[in-house]
Structure formats: C-alpha cells, structure tokens
C-alpha cells in the first residue's frame, strides 16, 4: 500500500524553528510533486508549499522567506523547514504528494494524515 508519513510537528514559541519530514512508502513508480499544505481551525486547506520533480518551487506569500522545502529524490522524501513561526502559522500541515504507481497507470493524488503544529505567542 502506497503511503506518505509525516512527522516533525510539535508546539514551539513564536520566532521558533520546527522541521517537518514525509516519506513515500509502498510500490511506487515515479514522483511528480511532493508538497506541503495547512489547514488552521475555521480555515479551508492552503498551500505551503511545493517542488516539483524538475527543482522548482512554489511557495505560499504568507511563508516567502521563512519556510524552506527540500526533497530527497532517492529517499523518497519531502522536508519543510519553518523559521521565524508565528502564531498564525498554527494549523494541520499534511503532505502530499502526486505520483505514479505504475508505468501506465493513472497519477495519483495521496495525502498523509497529517502532523499538528501550535506556534505560541
């Protein structure tokens, strides 16, 4: 069963750092995108951010500046590093990642179960 598992969340103070990680697990025949997104209480889901299997990435305006993505192609992983957290960045961060079980087989869009993150004031 193909799966992402994320850790890395916790409760730091405003100012603080944390480091969010996910890995892929599973039979898995390519990675396109590997991405980060948050949903805070009362909040729809939004995008963090994402890279793409090329390099590039995109991040959300809120986080320009302060969170940093990275993957690791060969482990299958995606990591987040947050700087400078601010209370409104408490929410759910879930990690997804839009992939390829098989050569001819459809993209699929799979999503971790998410790891919480409370920055206090």
């Known amino acids: 069963q193909v799966q992402l598992a994320e850790s890395g969340g916790g409760l730091v103070q405003a100012g603080g750092s944390l480091r969010l990680s996910c890995v892929a697990s599973?039979?898995?025949?390519?990675?396109?995108?590997m991405g980060w997104y948050r949903r805070a209480p009362g909040k729809e889901r939004e995008l963090v951010a994402t890279?793409?299997?090329?390099?590039?990435?995109i991040y959300a305006d809120s986080v320009k500046g302060r969170f940093t993505i990275s993957r690791d192609i060969a482990k299958r992983s995606v990591y987040l590093q947050m700087n400078s957290l601010k209370p409104e960045d408490t929410a759910s961060y879930y990690c997804?990642?839009?992939?390829?079980?098989?050569?001819?087989?459809?993209?699929?869009?799979?999503w971790g179960q998410g790891t919480q993150v409370t920055v206090s004031s």
């Open positions: 599973g039979s898995i025949f390519s990675i396109d995108t």
């Open positions: 890279t793409f299997s090329g390099g590039r990435t």
């Open positions: 997804n990642a839009q992939l390829y079980v098989c050569t001819l087989c459809p993209r699929t869009d799979l």
